[in-house]
């Protein structure tokens, strides 16, 4: 087995072993990135001087008997944290050059963790897409089909821990962006409680919704990434002050007791035979590991994407307009006035999709129009919470698609902004009612990974873990990692 293809406990063993150095580990990961990322383009920058300087730090910590969680474990993060003396750019042109002077609180809590940073990952522009497309740089490729998209927004993050190109990375997730690029990928991805993992530090897109969680092969290798990046921060104000369980912790075992509820509303019409067969043979799994499954119904649920296209943009329109070309950032060249430098940093640094956003959510938060749109859509996701908050009084965990797709060929949907927002329809209404969600390989349709989506109550990411521990222990999937040339 090559070094990158160990999860972050196999890797930690070996290192508490003496088989194996940080060193070792990272050189392994970086010369993976060199030969294998020119095809996937999952990272946007590499730090491959601070991952050998922060590798050997991470050796001679363990030679002298530090304990630390994450110590000497290569991982990646997504461009949208802001990270001390490294580029970071959102995936946008309009913050290419951008070197923040400070870390976000999710990095921070990594590197004492002792984690070691390889890169910054590819990403849709602000993390507005599913598919990461809309990257103003490149697109990014699935390890499993380099002619397919990896999910969005959070492509990059995904693509590298499917490809080898990391043992975890953290993305976010504002309305699939983290779940969705994980089914494609065939990976774990878990989205927390709103408000478990800090927001400090990541550049924002829609502030009611944006969540950071992480990504991994293995369900107790995300576990031990969220614990170590959960818990209260008071420079965020959304910040929840709830003790954070060892969600590693947890031991495969029976479901003897659990009850699942299986949402009729999520198994929509245009879902691919191959994602349905997946899921269903996946719930058959759960209920011989003892679950007690039947059907529910989140009425709702029909009106989440209007409502979410309305909520996200509106609060994209009003985050984005501190970009006006004079405090950080892209400017354009040469203007004539204060006015036209506005305009044209705008217009030059933004891409089709967010301008896209920002003139739907400045429409919809305009004088006339606030009531119609804005306000209703708050009060549908009120209905839509409450849909959950019913459900969750039966049943322990939902289980659901979580993209009702296998991931499509680049190209094939850049044209019809609907058909791209649609790829969400699984995941999106977590995100209105702020819940945690969760998803985990269950196959493959076509040789590309099918994704199954956990959904639990607030903070109840510990019920999440114990299901999908339960089911991965099956051997039902096995983590792989995709041939690649």
Known sequence: MELYELSIHEALAALDRKEISSLDLTEAYLTRIERIDPSVQAYLTVTADQARAAARQADLRRAEGHAQPLLGIPIALKDIFCTRGIETTCGSRILKGFI????????????????????????????????????????????????????????????????????????????????????????VGIKPTYGRVSRYGVIAF???????????????????????????????????????????????????????????????????PGVENGVRRAIDTLIELGAQVDTVSLPH???????????????????????????????????????????????????????????LGTYALSAGY????????????????????????????????????????LGSKTQDPLSMYLSDVCTLPVNLAGLPGMSIPCGLSDGLPVGLQLIGPPLGEEMLFRVARAYEATGQWTPTIPPLP
């Open 100 to 187: 923040p002077p400070y870390d976000a609180t999710v990095a921070e809590r990594l590197s004492e963790a002792g984690a070691v940073l390889l890169g910054k990952t590819n990403m849709d522009e602000f993390a507005m897409g599913s598919s990461t497309e809309n990257s103003a740089f490149m697109p990014t490729h699935n390890p499993w089909d380099l002619g397919r998209v990896p999910g969005g927004s959070s492509g990059g993050s995904a693509a590298a821990v499917s490809a080898g190109l990391a043992a975890a990375s953290l993305g976010t997730d504002t309305g699939g962006s983290i779940r969705q690029p994980a089914s494609l990928c065939g990976v």
């Open 370 to 409: 606030y009531d119609a749109y804005y306000l209703k859509a708050q009060k549908v996701r009120t209905l839509i919470k409450a849909d959950f908050d019913q459900a969750f009084a039966r049943f322990d965990v939902l289980v659901a698609p979580t993209s009702p797709t296998v991931a499509f060929p």
């Open 301 to 359: 649920t029909q009106y989440a994407l209007a409502a979410y296209y309305l909520i996200a943009p509106a609060e994209a329109s009003a985050n984005l307009a501190r970009y006006d070309s004079v405090k950080y950032g892209y400017r354009a060249p040469n203007p004539t006035s204060v006015l036209d430098s506005y305009q044209r940093t705008r217009g030059e640094g933004f891409g089709p999709e967010v301008k896209r956003r920002i003139m």
């Open 206 to 272: 829609a502030s009611s919704l944006d969540q950071v969680g992480p990504f991994a092969r293995t369900v107790p290798d995300c576990a031990l990434m969220l614990r170590v990046i959960a818990g209260h921060d008071p420079r965020d104000a959304t910040s929840l002050p709830d003790p954070v369980p060892d969600y590693s912790s947890l031991p495969p075992g029976s479901l003897r007791g659990i009850r699942v509820g299986v949402p009729d509303e999520y198994f929509v019409s245009g879902m691919e």
